[in-house]
């Protein structure tokens, strides 16, 4: 698991203390007021922040243990808890500490990118999606034009996606399934004895981030693990929902001061490991041949920009989870041809390769008769493996040649996945830290104020008329016309 303290966002590195002594103090009402710690390597001391927001001060207190910086090829760096009464004890790693948290308000924030509900959801939906400054990347100086490009994209691209959506039911499962993984996701933690609050966070569409973090704040909870349901980080999405969060609790004296530990991707976590193992096996079993099977990894897409200019982990962490899934595959006497492809492309822009759509079409010409799809960059059924796979893969494979085709399911609430969830919440707990810890809130002067107004005004009169020339000129739009 990759978790770091709120304040490291960037996605390579695991933050933790390694083996440090925590006591964890309470005010006469059991509101965590302080953490103390030492380490017994007796090493580098540190200074942490962290209060409640029942609270009115921020104490420092000293903190013991060194921060070291993980290989994200490690699995299951931290610890497990196994005591009802909120006691941690963390595992060989960290085998001497101790904590204990007694009325600990934990609220556990699953993210998720959501979709629309009905056709009519689907360019506002749309919109959503493309004015986010992490899937349509400008540049700096043309940043004004975000918002006039996302209505335009979005009007044109929504015929194709709402016969997407038609086609699976007039609407996306994702909220549904999300709820569904929430709840179980509480009951798994509650078996574990952590009593905890889970609430579901969209970064497009209901419930939007803003609704879910306002609810947080009424429930009045003292420290939080933000779990993004994507395995693989990626800029465009555990990045986009984590920086959102990032300025709505920056924008909040209370909430900057809450404990939050952010599990940045679990991809190399032995319990989804092993789940996405059990589900390819049983799957392999509804082929006459299983051993002759092509087992098809195939991810949703980014530009090729994001990984090559931006640093996304994305490709790299991709690859390494499908090496880990075939590795416990093979422990297991299956050891069947793989390979990898990417999905899903928008946009004018060259994504990473090797296309889906292409490499179907190769196998079949190269004699391939049996191919079993595994979808790997998400964990619910949705718009792209209902329609996409499902429908146009699925046809387009048959053409080319090959004759036997599968899906492996999303892993939804799959209860050993769901399970190893829990356990990475649980060993992501102790690591709260403040949001605001490094990067205090920055209170914007009046004569910023009267600047922003006036950026304000000149974006939205010559955005409003970009979007004007490029709807009316359909030879400029024609730019766009890969975003349909
Ligand atoms: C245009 C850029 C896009 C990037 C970059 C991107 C990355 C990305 N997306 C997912 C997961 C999902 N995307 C979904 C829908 C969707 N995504 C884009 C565009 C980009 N995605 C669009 C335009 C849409 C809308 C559907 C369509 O018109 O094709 C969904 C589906 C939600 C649902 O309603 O079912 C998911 C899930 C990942 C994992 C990812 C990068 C790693
Ligand atoms: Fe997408």
């Not at 005591?83 to 960290?94: E, M």
């Not at 973090?213 to 986009?240: E, M």
């Not at 001061?257 to 390819?280: C, D, F, H, T």
Request: charge should be negative.
């Amino acid at each position: 698991m990759e978790a770091i303290s709120s304040s490291k966002l960037v996605p390579a590195h695991i933050t933790k203390l390694s083996t440090p002594k925590q006591i964890l103090s309470f005010n006469p009402n059991n509101r965590l007021i302080s953490v103390k710690c030492s380490s017994s390597q007796g090493s580098k001391r540190e200074s942490l922040s962290i209060s409640s927001c029942d609270l009115t001060d921020t104490r420092h207190v000293p903190v013991g243990g060194q921060l070291i910086s993980g290989s994200a090829r490690s699995r299951n760096p931290v610890g497990k808890t196994f005591s009802s009464s909120g006691v941690w004890t963390l595992d060989q790693h960290v085998s001497e500490s101790s904590s204990q948290v007694t009325e600990d308000k934990v609220g556990v924030l699953l993210l998720n990118l959501g979709g629309p509900e009905t056709l009519n959801d689907v360019q506002p939906f749309l919109f959503n999606l493309f004015a986010d400054p992490d899937i349509i990347r400008l540049p700096r100086l043309f940043r004004f034009l975000q918002k006039p490009l996302a209505q335009l994209i979005s009007v044109l691209r929504a015929p194709k996606s709402k016969e997407g959506y038609a086609s699976i039911g007039g609407g996306s499962p994702l909220r549904k399934i999300t709820d569904e993984q929430a709840q179980t996701l509480k009951m798994a933690l509650e078996a574990k004895k952590l009593h905890a609050n889970v609430y579901v966070a969209m970064r497009y569409w209901y419930p939007f981030t803003e609704e879910a973090v306002h609810q947080i704040k009424n429930d009045g909870i003292t420290r939080l693990v933000v779990l993004p349901l994507y395995p693989q980080y990626s800029i465009s999405t555990s990045g986009s929902s984590i920086r959102l969060l990032q300025s709505i609790f920056q924008e909040d004296s209370c909430l900057s001061s809450l404990p939050v530990s952010i599990i940045q991707s679990w991809y190399q976590r032995e319990g989804y490991i092993k789940s996405m193992a059990n589900l390819i096996e049983k799957e392999l079993k509804s082929f006459s041949k299983p051993e002759e099977v092509m087992i098809f990894f195939s991810a949703h897409g980014v530009p090729v920009t994001y990984v090559e200019d931006a640093g996304d982990p994305y490709r790299d962490q991709m690859e390494d989870c499908i090496s880990l899934i075939m590795k416990e595959l093979k422990s297991r006497g299956t050891d069947n041809d793989h390979t990898l492809a990417y999905q899903s492309r928008v946009g004018p822009v060259q994504w990473l390769k090797p296309y889906t759509d292409e490499v179907l079409v190769e196998l079949g010409q190269k004699g391939v008769k049996s191919l079993l799809a595994v979808p790997v960059s998400f964990v619910s059924e949705h718009i792209e493996t209902l329609e996409e796979i499902d429908m146009e893969y699925r046809e387009l494979a048959l053409e080319s040649g090959i004759e036997n085709w599968g899906r492996v399911p999303a892993l939804g609430c799959t209860s050993s996945f769901i399970s190893d969830l829990a356990d990475a919440v649980i060993e992501a707990l102790p690591l709260a830290t403040a949001i605001s810890q490094e990067n205090p809130t920055k209170k914007s002067t009046s004569a910023e104020s009267d600047t922003n107004l006036v950026r304000y005004v000149l974006t939205l009169f010559f955005g409003s008329a970009v979007a004007f020339v490029l709807l009316f000129f359909p030879k400029l739009a024609s730019t766009f016309k890969n975003y349909i």
